[in-house]
Structures are given as C-alpha cells and as structure tokens.
C-alpha cells in the first residue's frame, strides 16, 4: 500500500450515470452505491456521494462543517456565495443554538436552519432559503381570508339588494380577491347553465368578449380549454398557447392560461380562467392558489343562489297560499254578484265584478313573479299613445311568453310597431333578413343567447339603436348589465316591473332622458 495514490470513490445512482454533471477524471472510481463504495475502498481512500451533492445542489441548499463554536472548517461553493451578513449570522445561530432546526430572517428572506451533530468536534449544517415556502404559506392564508369574507353573506341585507346589486357585490369583491391575492390581471368567470349545458360568462376582466352566436358548453371537445375542465372536473395549465390544441382565443395576444373548474362537493357549477401574455409565467404555484380560491368562488356563488331560489321559493309558496286563501271569499263574492243580478242590481253586480276581477289579477300577478307585468290589465284601461314613442318600430326579444305579449300589447297601445321574437336567433335571423329597428327590448338572459349579444347584433344593424334590458333572477345578468352599460345601454328594468316604470324606460331610452329605474 506505500507509495499507492488514494483513490476516490464516488458514489453515482444509476439514474444520474452519464448525465453532464457526472463526468469524472482517470482516477476517480463510480460506484452505484455507498456500500460498494466502502467495500471497494482502500485506508486512505475517499469516498464522495454524487448523488448527494446534486440532491443539495438542486434543492438550493448550501452546507457547511462548523465547530461548536460556530467557526466554519469547511463550506461548499453555495455557502460560500451567501452574504457575509448570512453565514455570519448562520454561525451566531448555531453558536446559541437549543434546536436541531432554526429559523431567521435577514436580507429580506426566511432562512432554515438544519444542525446534526457529527462527531465531539464538527456540526453539519444545511442551510435552505425557505422564503419562496413561506411566502406560499402566507399566501395561502391570505386566500383564506378573502375566501371566507366572500362567504359572509348577510342574509337580511342581501334580500334588500336588487339582482344587479347583489352580483354587483359579489363580482367587486372576487375581482378585488383575484387582484390582490393571486395578482391576475385577466380572468373570467363562467358558470354552467343545467337547462342549456352552457357556460355563461358572469365575470370578466379584460378579457375580450366572444363574438355574437359564440358559445361554450361543457364538453371536452370544441369548447375549448374551458370546456373541458367543466365536462371533466379537472384543472388545466397551459404553458403555451401557440401549441396547445385545447386553446381557443381569449385575452388578446395570451401566452399562457390556467383554468379550474368551480366545485360544489363534486358537481361542477362553472370555471375561473387565468390567461397571461407572457408564456410560461403561470405555474403549478398558480394553479394550486387558484384551486384554492375557486372553492371558495364555487362555495359564495352556490350560497348567493340559494338565497335567491329561496326568495323565488317563497314568494311562490306565499302565492299558492294566497290563491288558496282567497279561493272561498272568492267564491262568496261570485255568489252575491249572481245574487245581485238575479235581484234585477246589475249596476251592483257589475261593480262587484271589478273587484273580483281586480283581486284575481292580484293574485295572477303574485304567482307570476317576476315572469310578468305588475297591474298590466289594470294599467292599460288607461294607457294613452305615448309622443316621443308613436310610429317608433320596437323590437322585443324575450323568451317568457307571458311578458312578451304583455309587453308587446302595451307598446303596441303606445302607438308603436312591434315585431316581438322569443329567442335571440330568431332576432338574429330579421335582422339578415333586413329588419331595422328603431328601439330594443329586451331580455338578459334567453335561452339562445343573451342581452349583451342582442346589443351587440341591434347596433351592428343599427348605429346607436336604443336599448332597454330586462332582467329577473340569475347570475348572467350582473355581467351583462356591467358590459352593456359600457357600451351605453339606455336602460335596465328589473321584472316585475309596472307599466308606467316600462313606458318611463322606453321614452328616456329614445329621448335621452333620465329614467325612474326601479
């Protein structure tokens, strides 16, 4: 053995053999594992742990042996490139040490200390930057905490709110949320229709609109990444749009976008799509934040619609309790009017007969909710032809067949000309065929398409075309209300509404008047 040059004996797995960081000179001897290493070693010989090293390196981990006063004896190239303040605050921490494990902040960063004893004499140290795990965790709390505010929903207040205030406040606190905690600058929000399987878009943030006659539904294919996260439950990162075939265009000139379904317990009630122009800045770090946010998205919205299937659930419960109450004084009423007649009072009787009928309209009216006109009949008895709106040609698009006839008859008693359509495709398709309208009514959410889209068709006809929307319950609507008011909507009529708030909308809506909203 005298005069033999010692030998080093790296230790190099099967996995990592022949990669570049693995090259060795002559005299160094690869084995595949410690136990050979020392088997095949010789007094005086080395033994070096590749594997290990690359493990650390990889990791972002320096390391270092120190003496128990904290005075480093040997230290690899990462601890060496720290700050001066870092290792010298590093060796004050193990000098004081009372943990094998040890956290402090300097440099603006959080530091992790390991500590092992390895012999009387030397303490092996690991040194992590674990700021990036740290940061993770406060921002994880910190979606907590928007999430939970999202859920506070107070009861009593939110029944007071209208349908577009409601949404409104829902849609201003996720937009903050996603800004200040996940630091998107263009998302969107659809949620997914049960009668239709569309995905309704309900909130944006520069993100361009679809075109008219565009639709997503849930299914895997030819809707787009969107519409396969909802058809499958599963989340989806797209590192590049340029050679993703799931990708449709969204945000204009977009490199990237993740997408994660909206869950409540495992139904799928919708999506929230990130989209970034820069390609490759979003990551699974990303992904898992916005998982985390999108339950508690799914959660606040699924909440909100209780409370209005709630109310719908009420208000048609009270009027079946209604129209059952009223049934026997009804008809005793009815009785008396025969009474009236037989007794040769008809003047009685027909006075009677008003009020009878006025009460069944009041009934009608409470069981029809928002699918009607409050006091339409009534209304119209006295209902004069309407100036600024005689000889208008008026469009009404809604699919409640009820409100559009009424809607259409009181217009028409206003002195317009009406052409009435129950779904957008039908208005789509008169307008091709040449309709130009001069005022248009109509519903936010169809069955076919929706408000924002019969705007958007009506001023591709017509420029600067007036018109009012309608709304009653749902989500799409806060949406459109938002977009279309943008694009200087001249109204928005919350169902049910009276004729007078209708005829109010209508001449404002043509004039450029100040409505009374309702």
Same mark, same amino acid.
């Given at each position: 053995m005298k005069g033999k040059k010692p030998s080093i004996h790296v230790v190099i797995p099967p996995a990592l053999v022949g990669s570049d960081s693995c090259e060795h000179a002559a005299d160094l001897k690869p084995v595949e594992d410690l136990a050979q290493a020392i088997r095949d070693s010789a007094p005086g010989d080395c033994i070096a742990d590749a594997g290990a090293s690359m493990l650390l390196r990889g990791l972002g981990t320096a390391a270092a042996m120190v003496n128990h006063s904290g005075e480093v004896s040997w230290a690899d190239d990462r601890f060496n490139a720290l700050p001066e303040a870092v290792r010298d605050e590093m060796c004050r921490q193990v000098a004081d040490r009372r943990s094998p494990r040890i956290r402090f902040e300097l440099e603006?960063?959080?530091?992790?200390?390991?500590?092992? @004893?390895?012999? !009387?004499?030397?303490?092996?140290?690991?040194?992590?930057?674990?700021?990036?795990?740290? $940061?993770?965790?406060?921002?994880?709390?910190?979606?907590?905490?928007?999430? #939970?505010?999202?859920?506070?929903?107070?009861?009593?207040?939110?029944?007071?709110?209208?349908?577009? @205030?409601?949404? !409104?406040?829902?849609? *201003?606190?996720?937009?903050?949320? *996603?800004?200040?905690?996940?630091?998107?600058?263009?998302?969107?929000?659809?949620?997914?229709?049960?009668?239709?399987?569309?995905? $309704?878009?309900?909130?944006?943030?520069?993100?361009?609109?679809?075109?008219?006659?565009? *639709?997503?539904?849930?299914?895997?294919?030819?809707?787009?990444?969107?519409?396969?996260?909802?058809?499958t439950g599963r989340p989806y990162l797209c590192r590049d749009v340029r050679t993703d075939p799931l990708y449709e265009e969204g945000l204009d000139e977009a490199m990237c976008s993740l997408t994660v379904p909206l869950k409540v317990g495992d139904r799928v009630i919708g999506v929230f799509n990130i989209e970034c122009d820069t390609a490759g800045v979003l990551d699974e770090t990303d992904l898992e934040l916005s998982i985390r946010f999108g339950e508690y998205v799914a959660s606040a919205l699924h909440l909100l619609d209780l409370l209005v299937v709630e109310r719908i659930t009420t208000s048609e419960a009270t009027a079946n309790r209604l129209t059952e109450t009223m049934a026997a004084p009804l008809k005793a009423l009815r009785a008396l009017q025969s009474e009236l007649?037989?007794?040769?009072?008809?003047?009685?009787?027909?006075?009677?007969?008003?009020?009878?009928?006025?009460?069944?309209?009041?009934?009608?009216?409470?069981?029809?909710?928002?699918?009607? %006109?409050?006091?339409?009949?009534?209304? #119209?008895?006295?209902?004069?032809?309407?100036?600024?709106?005689?000889?208008?040609?008026?469009? *009404?698009?809604?699919?409640?067949?009820?409100?559009?006839?009424? %809607?259409?008859?009181? #217009?028409? !008693?206003?002195?317009?000309?009406?052409?009435?359509?129950?779904?957008?495709?039908?208005?789509?398709?008169?307008?091709?065929?040449?309709?130009?309208? $001069?005022?248009?009514?109509? @519903?936010?959410?169809?069955? @076919?398409?929706?408000?924002?889209?019969?705007?958007?068709?009506?001023?591709?006809?017509? !420029?600067? %075309?007036?018109?009012?929307? #309608?709304?009653?319950?749902?989500?799409?609507?806060?949406?459109?209300?938002?977009?279309?008011?943008?694009?200087?909507?001249?109204? %928005?009529l919350l169902k049910p509404f009276r004729v007078h708030q209708l005829v109010d909308a209508m001449r404002a809506a043509i004039t450029g008047e100040t409505a009374n909203r309702r």
């Open positions: 603006e960063r959080l530091w992790e200390l390991h500590i092992a @004893d390895c012999n !009387q004499e030397s303490i092996g140290i690991l040194l992590v930057d674990a700021s990036a795990a740290a $940061e993770l965790i406060r921002r994880r709390a910190a979606i907590d905490a928007a999430g #939970m505010s999202l859920l506070r929903l107070d009861r009593q207040a939110v029944a007071q709110l209208s349908v577009a @205030d409601r949404l !409104q406040r829902l849609d *201003v606190a996720i937009t903050e949320a *996603v800004h200040a905690n996940l630091d998107f600058d263009h998302f969107e929000i659809r949620l997914l229709s049960p009668d239709t399987n569309r995905l $309704e878009l309900v909130i944006s943030e520069a993100i361009s609109p679809m075109r008219v006659g565009e *639709v997503l539904y849930a299914e895997a294919k030819g809707n787009g990444i969107s519409g396969w996260v909802a058809a007649v037989d007794a040769g009072h008809e003047a009685q009787a027909g006075t009677l007969q008003q009020a009878v009928d006025a009460i069944n309209a009041c009934v009608d009216m409470c069981a029809a909710g928002p699918r009607s %006109v409050i006091d339409a009949e009534q209304d #119209m008895r006295t209902l004069q032809a309407e100036p600024a709106l005689q000889g208008r040609s008026v469009v *009404v698009v809604e699919d409640e067949e009820r409100i559009r006839d009424e %809607v259409t008859r009181i #217009m028409t !008693q206003l002195g317009c000309t009406v052409a009435a359509f129950p779904t957008g495709g039908a208005f789509f398709g008169a307008l091709k065929d040449g309709l130009i309208p $001069e005022l248009v009514l109509s @519903d936010i959410r169809l069955g @076919d398409s929706s408000g924002y889209e019969v705007l958007t068709a009506a001023r591709e006809a017509a !420029q600067d %075309v007036p018109v009012v929307l #309608m709304t009653g319950f749902g989500y799409d609507p806060n949406h459109t209300i938002v977009r279309a008011s943008a694009e200087g909507v001249q109204g %928005v």
